[in-house]
């Protein structure tokens, strides 16, 4: 277990703004395991930008990194996302 | 990101405070004033966003404390030692002050008096912050939703909200204590952390289906989210938020 370790809902603002729409309530279907989870129940590890792991087998299915006006997103990890009404 | 016309939906807002309340000797509650706010759910967060003169700037999230309340927006941010945000909010800002912020976001950790209970909150000392929005849109919406918090503190000084929470008390709102580290001399209450054991005895019963809402560190939350699922609950009506030592 990692202290510096956070959830989903800890990066709604982040989600909010590279998704434009409400993401923590989306569900994620791992690449890796087939778990799914709801976005805001992911881990989120920080660094030089986020990266959100499925909590079941820790695979790595979102990568967010910003700079000034510029966004890269990684979701190689996540098969399917499903967004809620 | 911010301004652009897809984005336009979550921008930065001038937010003024009108109050600064000491809660305990590490934590305060900082009242904003933010014109033209749309208002929020109990358990949704702000991006709060800070700008040093060299242009510097720093982020955070904080659970909103209160309950939907007009343009009032009510933040409890425990001070951090190095923590560049916590530190700035907790002991530099006075009434007249402004700051930016964003928000509501979040739809996870989210709690409406519509849904109804019963109710299982369980805090880890600041992670009593967006339960004790949930206790207030209860009472706020005159719910009498049986609701159960567990709040587990290092001592009777450290407990957030106290006061309030012994005036909420009733009514279907239950509030259990526990004090980890020290116990005024008459306590009679809990004084270890919070397991199975003590979850069981406080309920409700797996069996009732409470929505459960776990909030604090992440090795509380997870050893709090652990005991639940070994009680029986199903882990599909627990929901949990971390913070960590990042907060900062």
Known sequence: ?85 | MAGTAVLGRLTWQVAEVVDVVTETPRVKTIVFDVPGWAGHRAGQHVDVRLTAEDGYQAQRSYSIASAPNGTRVELTVERLDDGEVSLYLTDELRPGDQIELRGPVGGYFVWEPSQGGPLLLVAGGSGVVPLMAMVRARAAAGSHADTRLVLSSRSWENVIYRDELERLEGGGLRVVHTLTRSQPADWTGYARRIDAEMLAEIGPEPSEEPRGYVCGPTPFVEAVAEALVQLGHDPRTIRTERFGATGG
């Open chain 1, 1 to 85: 277990m990692d202290e510096l370790m956070l959830d989903g809902n800890a990066v709604a603002g982040l989600l909010q703004e590279v998704f434009a729409v409400e993401m923590t309530t989306a569900t994620g279907l791992c690449g890796g395991c087939g778990a799914t989870n709801a976005i805001g129940a992911l881990h989120v590890f920080r660094g030089a930008g986020v990266v959100l792991r499925c909590p079941h087998c820790d695979n790595a299915l979102m990568k967010i990194v910003t700079d000034s006006g510029r966004v890269w997103i990684a979701l190689s990890g996540m098969k399917t996302v499903e967004l809620h009404a």
